[in-house]
């Protein structure tokens, strides 16, 4: 499995030392379907062309964004495309997709699960933050739909829930709050074999709560289990995880 760290222009240098390949988040969408680019350094070469989608105004020339987004790819030998589409799927959007699909050639192209549908070489994304449910199973139902062409997006899980919880929501938590909470708390925490994540429970104001939490240890058991079920890759947030960093990327 081919392990990304996604980092702006600001953080590439310190996520580099661990030498895993970047993902980098330097791209949208603008006015006239125009690929705009942050302050990107020269010399960068190589990884992935990150682009997202927010406040974007609609792709009305979807032709002109693929070849705007494979000039790039050429010009700084990106390996792949990236796409953090956070809105809902739109028409616009899935258009550009699907032909993005079709001209990206040797390039990967990594997209949101929701976004998959009507595509025919792009790989999904599968979070890896799950608060129900058996996050194994999960996995092994999404790879037998896809067929092994799938990549997780490892989210790191820091939720409190409030019991009960039917809608299975719960808040997230800073890594700060969670740091308060557990010198607050002191709680035993306990392993879920399910969720493959951390939890512990306290009682404040007469509410029961539970609280989900990922480690470098519980981090490396998603990839693990993504490996055995045939993930080709997993794309961390750098600033989600670069507090656990040298525990986590070490060989898995």
């Known amino acids: 499995m081919q392990v990304y760290l996604a980092v702006t222009p600001g953080q590439a240098q310190a996520a580099a030392k661990y030498r895993r390949p970047l993902a980098h988040v330097a791209y949208r969408i603008g ?24 406040k974007a105004p609609v792709i009305d020339d979807p032709e002109a964004l693929c070849a705007a987004v494979l000039r790039e790819c050429g010009r700084r030998n990106y390996q792949g495309i990236l796409l953090d589409f956070e809105e809902p799927p739109r028409p616009d959007r899935q258009t550009f997709i699907r032909r993005l699909d079709e001209v990206a050639g040797r390039r990967a192209l990594y997209l949101p699960e929701r976004y998959a549908e009507g595509t025919k070489n792009a790989v999904p994304l599968i979070c890896a933050a799950v608060s129900g449910g058996n996050f194994t199973e999960r996995l092994r139902e999404a790879a037998g739909q896809r067929g092994g062409r799938l990549a997780l997006d490892m989210e790191r899980l820091r939720m409190d829930f409030r019991l009960p919880a039917p809608t299975g929501q719960g808040e997230p938590l800073s890594a700060a709050a969670l740091s308060r909470l557990m010198e607050q708390e002191a709680p035993a925490v306990f392993f879920s074999q399910d969720l493959c994540a951390r939890y512990f429970t306290y009682t404040r104001d007469g509410e029961c709560h539970f609280v989900l939490f990922d480690d470098a240890e519980t981090l490396r058991q998603k990839l693990r289990t993504g490996t055995a079920l045939g993930f080709s890759a997993a794309f961390f947030m750098w600033p989600e995880v670069q507090d656990i960093a040298d525990g986590l990327f070490q060989p898995f």
């Open 31 to 54: 006015e006239g379907s125009v690929l705009l680019r942050q302050n990107l350094l020269l010399q960068t070469q190589g990884g992935l062309l990150s682009v997202s989608d927010r």
